[in-house]
Structure formats: C-alpha cells, structure tokens
C-alpha cells in the first residue's frame, strides 16, 4: 500500500511541472504562435523565483514563508513575461522565424537558470536548500485537516498550493477558450487571422496576450519545480526534458487545457515507472522512459485518421500573420 500511495505521489508531481508548461502553450498556440521556447521560459520562471525567495531570506534575519513565496511568485511571474514578450516582440512585431526564435529562447533560458542558479549556489555556501528553506516550505505546505485523512490524505490533500493552482488554472483556461467571447476571439486568430482582422479583432494584440500569459502559466511550472518538487534547490539541467513533454502533452490533450489534466498525470506516471518495474535492464528502462512521445505520436496519429477540427492544431499554427498581404 504504502508503494502504491508513494507512487501516485511522485506521478502527481512530476506530471504538475509539465501540466503548467502545456497549459501556458495552450494558450499560446491557440493564438497561432507556436512557442518551443517554453522549455527555456520554464528555467527561466524556477530560478527567478529562488532567486526572489533568496534575497528575501538573504536580507531577513526572520523571514516569513509567505512574503518569501509571494516574493518567489512576483519574480517567476515578471521573468517568464519578459520571455514571452521577447519570444512576441521578435516574432510577431519583426516577424521573425517562431522555430529559431523559440528554440533560441530555450538555449537562453536553460543558460539563464544554470549560471544564476551555480551563483546562488555559490553564494549560499553550497547547499542551496538552506538558503531558501523559509520560502519553499511556504510552497510545500499541504492542505490543514485534509492531509491527515488516511490515505485519501496521502493521495490527494498532501500538495502545496502550486499542485492545486495548476488543475485550477487548466480549468479556467478550459472554460475562458470554450465558453467566452475573448477565447472564441483567440480560436479565431488562431484558426484564420486574416478573416479575425476583417471581423475587427485585434490579431497583435491576442497575439501578445496569449503568449505572455501562457509564457507566465509555464513559468510557473519551473517554479514548482525548484519549490515544491525539490524543496528550494537547484541542480544544473535539473529539469530534464519536462519542458519538451509539454509541449508534446499540448497534442495529447488535443489542445484542450482540461484534457491536459489526465494527460500530465499519464505522462507523470510514464515518466517515473522504470523506478518500480523489477528487472529492467539499461535499455528496456530507456525503451520506457521514451513511453511519453511514443503515446504521444500513437494519439496524433489517431487524429489525423479522425480529422476532426476540434482535434487539429490550429490552422494558422507557426505562421507569421502579415495584415498587409491579407
């Protein structure tokens, strides 16, 4: 039992990091900017965030957790905009290749976190969790009387705040995309942005809206990471490819933020599952590490065969919109 419980546990957090970078690109492909950037903005949004709980308890000699995790949250949420604003500015306003300037953003930012992260390190003598320990057991406080319920305490109620916030924000962002005119208007730009202009929406300006918000919701996914996951550490490259899965959860969920609910937890599961299957040899344990993206490819290849639109990337996915040539 106690096995069971302990790996639904690890599958729930590791799949809650991936949940928040493939809902921020749902957002932001729904608009018809496709960000692979999103890896680098994640790294980006985790180490401004330690960095803003660790200069709060730098210059603390009593911090509280709670002003160290708004103080974490301000500085994720402000960095992973600036990484969706560039990753906009660049390629909606010059127009700029998305494929290049996304995957320029990962090298940056995954460059960003690991030479400020081995600073922190360095400043905080080497033992980053000491450090920031204040702020990260703000993130890594569980729900009060619910956690303690056996078993269903363990399994569901054990989680900060963050593990919450991101089923939350997908629903929401379900809802505001089917529901709402401005998500209706976003689906609009994506699907055809010459017929949205000539309708009178603001195609730049979804454009930047989508993109930074779901750049800021990603953001917040490297976040977790660093404060819930790892307790207020940082390790160089620590992050692995969970960046790179959600943006391939993006087509498991059909571009559906609620079904990138399930989809996380799948994709949790598979990512951890080699630790508790006996008798794995080197290459099986790779053969199901690698499980995500075949799953992955199997659903887009099933949708394909299906054709159904509501099951399609936007149309207009990847492509600069020139008002001119409309």
């Known amino acids: 039992m106690n096995l069971i419980i302990t790996f639904i546990q690890q599958a729930i957090a590791q799949g809650i990091a991936i949940l928040f970078g493939a809902t921020g690109e749902i957002m932001t492909e729904k608009s018809g900017n496709l960000n692979l950037g999103i890896p680098g903005i994640m790294y980006m949004g985790g180490i401004s965030g330690l960095m803003g709980g660790f200069f709060y308890e730098l210059n603390?000699?009593?911090?509280?957790k709670w002003v160290g995790v708004l103080c974490a949250c301000l500085c994720c949420a402000v960095a992973s905009a600036i990484g969706g604003l560039i990753f906009t500015f660049l390629t909606v306003t010059l127009r700029a290749n998305q494929n290049v300037v996304g995957l320029a953003l990962t090298t940056f930012g995954t460059g960003f976190g690991n030479f400020f992260g081995g600073s922190i390190s360095k400043m905080a003598?080497?033992?980053?969790?000491?450090?920031?320990?204040?702020t990260a057991s703000g993130f890594q406080t569980p729900i009060p009387g619910l956690s303690k319920i056996p078993f269903l305490g363990d399994v569901l109620f054990h989680y900060g705040f963050l593990t919450y916030s991101a089923i939350i924000v997908s629903l929401i962002a379900a809802y505001i995309l089917k529901k709402t005119r401005t998500g209706l208007n976003l689906t609009a730009v994506g699907e055809s942005p010459q017929a949205a202009d000539a309708a009178g929406i603001n195609v730049t300006k979804y454009k930047y809206v989508a993109t930074i918000t779901g750049s800021v919701i990603a953001g917040f996914g490297g976040l977790y990471f660093v404060?819930?996951?790892?307790?207020?550490?940082?390790g160089n490259n620590g992050f692995g490819d969970r960046g790179w899965l959600a943006i391939a959860l993006v087509i498991l969920a059909l571009w559906n933020p609620a079904n990138a609910i399930w989809g996380s937890l799948l994709f949790g599961a598979l990512y951890i599952i080699d630790i508790y299957l006996p008798g794995l040899t080197r290459a099986s344990q790779e053969f199901v590490k690698m499980s995500p993206y075949v799953v992955t490819i199997i659903i887009l290849i099933i949708t394909s065969k299906r054709n159904r639109p509501?099951?399609?990337?936007?149309?207009?996915?990847?492509l600069s919109y020139f008002r001119e040539d409309r």
Not at 60 to 64: G, I, S, V
Request: glycine share 18%; aromatic share 6%; no cysteine.
């Open 60 to 64: 603390n000699d009593n911090p509280n």
């Open 125 to 134: 003598g080497g033992v980053g969790q000491i450090s920031v320990a204040t």
């Open 310 to 318: 509501e099951q399609q990337p936007p149309a207009s996915l990847g």
């Open 227 to 234: 404060m819930e996951y790892l307790g207020g550490t940082w």
